[in-house]
């Protein structure tokens, strides 16, 4: 059954080797003064930096570059709306991965904005406004290049905010897979993790349906088979190409209008565990997926393992359906082992000590034991998942 | 592989029981002027005109009824624009088929237009404006709801085109399935084949991806699934929220987004079917589908017809590939004569004496025999398939 639902992604993606051509016709939609949002730098070895100055030439630009991995309120978001105010921006052009796009659209919103940001960010104010965001992509992972959200640090408070709105939607993506060729094997893993567990988590709820669960599995499907392509050839554009496609599907909703809503419990888990212990999150995600999924394993919920037993693994229907959901749970924790993701949290840096604690701060920051959840996991079901992952 | 696209969808879908309630809200951000659009009068009967105008009673209404099931340039169209221009109109809304919305998108632009409102829908003049068109579907079928095209016949002149263009992307569409409950069972088994019809278009296409393939085959099974429960119980709301979600994703696109344009060869010869007997639309894709594909099977298609054996199906990996080929041939056979249309297209009133005028017709109307098409259909070609169909 297809449940009720509201879609709208007002997103254009450009999508394809040297679709950046079509950068400055966009661009110019909007304006000419640029704030050019970007990392560490990486844009520089590879040539990206010098392309779009080159494609955008006849544009004013201002730069904000450094944006950390977690992007950070303070410095970056205010940095970034201050910028916009001084210099009038029309347009912020986002060239990066997922963190340098939430960052700009944390920006995006703070810049039309007079009063303190944070409020903005942290759900006491609603936006009314923000400045167009474009984006280049040189990471697969996120979805963010497709969605409303962002995710926030404020290290002054200790607080890191997941913020949804329709005005984050970027107004256009660029997805070149040739930019990913660079893409290490660790990022490449654990960015095709964040993904998979994207669609898990839409899975494993209801209602079903047969058009849903079939799309779904089909981005598994295409993420466990393209992200062992590259892996071994970085540089292979079918795969890169399907990566980068899928993974821009994650969190938009278009992977499951009327399925119902999960509450994606497991980001919750791994956001706790990045905020004690900055793992990186796709790798979080790949050490939790498989214990979460024993956890939850039940009665109620052993449809969904067989569903992925028989139609994503091609598992023999002879086995019952415990055994099947067995199956499933070791297949997911084999794939992710070989994709080089240690799978154990003591490796990742987490402390045993910590796990407590996590689970308190899970509970009171996150939705993870409702009674609409698809498995409502109590304190008990969170340190059971925690310890069995350490 | 998913090869260079650009994607944008800026339709909102609405979707699920009672939607509607929603639609007061909707029409008032574009104004309080309605141009209320529909055909035959079948939604008097089903009580939902009564229901439209109770939640529009802040609004001006005026109404273009009698909409044809091809419908007319002259006089709908023509009507429409008028109306559209004497009453100062803010927003269409469009209630009822494909057929309603078509006329209704064609209605939007000439309302913006001050010359010949045909110079647009034939591509002569490319249009600049049009009135936002909102509507609500009563029949699953076309996929008009989510995408920029209409089809319009211009009787006077003999021609009936495809029109496309993205100021023709509705801007809001409300898909309440229980409207879809009183559709009867003729109606269900053709809009049910004309959507599984707009995926097989776009699967025998290359570059292929795993992602793609999975959805469109995810979109052939749940169709080919639900109809079947439907014809037998027409109030099942699971089966009737699937048929009326996935014939959405007809013809945007987003089925297939990054593989190959096949140039649509099923249509094209259906289209001549129409104009020539005025047979219904699904039905004459029903009869040509298998006999297209037992055309187009060759040592280049045969993979195609492969990956829906294994994946559709579950047919048997040991046949021979062209064992399966015509498995699966002979499968879509079956299937559509199972839901009840005759597969014939004499019993559909089709003249075997006007086979050779209409393989004329197609080749100069559309285009079936070019070289980057995916398997590129000659004068024979289209004659035997014709021959073959009756």
């Known amino acids: 059954m297809i449940a009720n639902f509201t879609y709208n992604t007002p997103t254009t993606l450009y999508f394809g080797k040297d679709c950046i051509k079509d950068l400055p016709k966009v661009m110019g939609e909007y304006g000419k003064n640029v704030l050019l949002t970007y990392g560490g730098g990486s844009i520089k070895k590879t040539g990206l930096y010098d392309k779009v100055k080159g494609l955008l030439k006849d544009f004013k630009i201002i730069e904000l570059s450094g944006i950390e991995p977690n992007p950070k309120y303070d410095p970056s978001v205010i940095d970034g709306a201050r910028l916009c105010k001084e210099n009038n921006i029309d347009v912020i052009l986002s060239v990066g991965g997922g963190s340098v796009l939430d960052?700009?659209?944390a920006i995006s919103v703070c810049a039309k904005y007079d009063g303190e940001g944070w409020d903005l960010i942290s759900g006491k104010?609603?936006?009314?406004?923000?400045?167009p965001v474009v984006d280049i992509i040189t990471l697969a992972a996120t979805g963010s290049e497709y969605d409303m959200g962002c995710v926030i640090s404020n290290t002054a408070i200790n607080d890191k905010r997941g913020y949804l709105d329709p005005l984050l939607y970027p107004a256009a993506s660029f997805l070149d897979p040739e930019y990913t060729?660079?893409?290490d094997k660790w990022q490449t893993a654990c960015g095709t993790a964040d993904a998979i567990n994207h669609v898990l988590e839409q899975f494993f709820a209801t209602p079903h349906s047969t058009f849903n669960d079939g799309i779904m599995i089909s981005a598994l499907r295409s993420l466990m088979k393209n992200v062992k392509i590259a892996l071994k050839k970085p540089d292979d554009y079918a795969a890169r190409s399907e990566l980068m496609y899928v993974c821009s599907w994650g969190c938009n909703g278009i992977l499951a209008n009327g399925s119902g809503y999960s509450g994606w419990p497991m980001h919750s888990i791994e956001h706790a565990l990045s905020a004690y212990f900055d793992i990186t999150h796709g790798a979080g995600l790949a050490v939790i997926t498989p214990r979460w999924m024993k956890e939850i394993l039940s009665e109620k919920t052993v449809e969904r393992f067989v569903k992925?037993?028989?139609?994503?693994f091609g598992?023999?229907?002879?086995?019952?359906?415990?055994?099947?959901a067995q199956k499933v749970i070791d297949a997911f924790y084999s794939f992710f082992e070989e994709t080089g993701?240690?799978?154990h949290l003591s490796t990742l840096g987490v402390k045993a000590e910590a796990i407590d604690e996590m689970a308190d701060h899970i509970l009171n920051n996150d939705s993870t034991n409702e009674p609409?959840?698809?498995?409502?996991?109590?304190?008990n079901a969170l340190v059971r998942i925690l310890n069995e992952s350490m």
Chains 1, 2 share one sequence.
């Open 125 to 131: 104010v609603q936006a009314k406004a923000a400045v």
């Open 181 to 183: 060729y660079t893409v």
């Open 308 to 312: 992925l037993g028989t139609d994503l």
């Open 103 to 105: 960052c700009s659209k």
């Open 372 to 379: 609409w959840m698809f498995a409502p996991l109590d304190k």
């Open 315 to 324: 598992f023999d229907n002879d086995l019952s359906d415990m055994e099947m």
């Open 341 to 343: 993701i240690p799978m």
